[in-house]
């Protein structure tokens, strides 16, 4: 009988270790991107008055992100574990 | 709580079908965590909201203090980084790759510390001595240092989270299957980053710079 502690979502058998480690590089890599631009598009050396509005989607976009890969939000409602 | 700290190790113990099998468990523990990560945005939008009503002239429009914006980026990219050890410890405890594990855990760690002791000892300090602003100071100390503090109390919970997780992965609580401790110290610590990205914006970017003169 399979082991209840564990539940293989459909996704899991298809990554490889190696794979799960390269898309939280690659997201890490994005992050660090967005927030470079972020630094020129508030930065008083490049920008007098700063775009809230750009600011805050900048925001958003790296806090989608982070809960979808790192936080994996999405096992709130599929369950298991992507790892 | 105990279980969340210290993994499960009775997986060939016969299920009383009862209760909840450990699987079930995770999945209440993790919607918990949720709730709980869910409840703290309030606290920390009220913050974040406060910051747009009190920073903000008639004439201008959004303002912010004038705050040294390179030590932020820097300490921004610190967190960021631990953020990326974190994930790699968890995926390294899914993969029973113990020795990832450790270096990750303890890169999160030092990278935690090195961001906590920057924001209170460098950014802190910064803020006293150069646009010389005082929790006491009105609106811009008390939202400054009201936003940076809450986080940083945030980032010491974190960081013995880190501890104890750590510690339960040195002493081999965690196993491929169960690693839930892993999990919830991740979930946390990624939320700290998570509060901190729009933190910094807010405090260091958004609004027009305000030059506070020295008392």
């Not at chain 2, 009105?138 to 919970?157: E, P, R, Y």
């Amino acid at each position: 009988m399979a082991d209840h502690s564990h539940t293989e979502s459909p996704n899991e058998k298809f990554e490889t270790p190696e794979g799960i480690y390269r898309r939280g590089f690659m997201t890490f890599i994005a992050l660090g991107v967005l927030t470079a631009v972020e630094f020129v598009a508030g930065s008083e050396d490049f920008v007098e008055n700063p775009s809230t509005v750009l600011l805050i989607l900048l925001a958003v976009a790296k806090a989608a992100l982070v809960m979808n890969v790192f936080m994996g939000v999405t096992k709130l409602w599929r369950g298991g574990d992507h790892h | 709580m105990a279980t969340a700290l210290h993994g499960h190790d009775d997986h060939h113990e016969i299920h009383n079908p009862m209760e909840p099998t450990r699987q079930e468990q995770i999945v209440m523990n993790r919607f918990g965590l949720w709730l709980f990560c869910f409840s703290e945005v309030f606290l920390f939008m009220a913050l974040f909201a406060g910051r747009f009503y009190l920073w903000r002239d008639p004439d201008i429009g959004v303002i912010r203090p004038e705050l040294e914006q390179g030590p932020a980026l820097l300490f921004t990219c610190v967190l960021l980084v631990s953020s990326w050890f974190m994930n790699r410890a968890e995926v390294a405890s899914a993969n029973e790759d113990w020795s990832t594990f450790h270096v990750s855990m303890g890169g999160t760690f030092v990278l935690g510390t090195v961001f906590l002791l920057g924001v209170i000892f460098y950014e802190w300090g910064l803020a006293l001595e150069h646009p010389h602003i005082l929790p006491t100071d009105g609106a811009f100390g008390a939202i400054f240092f009201a936003m940076t503090g809450m986080h940083a109390i945030h980032v010491v919970t974190g960081l013995i989270f880190v501890a104890v997780v750590w510690w339960n992965g040195y002493l081999g609580r965690y196993t491929r299957e169960d690693h839930w401790g892993v999990e919830a110290c991740a979930i946390y610590w990624h939320y700290v980053d998570l509060v901190w990205i729009f933190f910094y914006p807010g405090i260091y970017l958004i609004g027009t710079a305000i030059h506070i003169p020295g008392h």
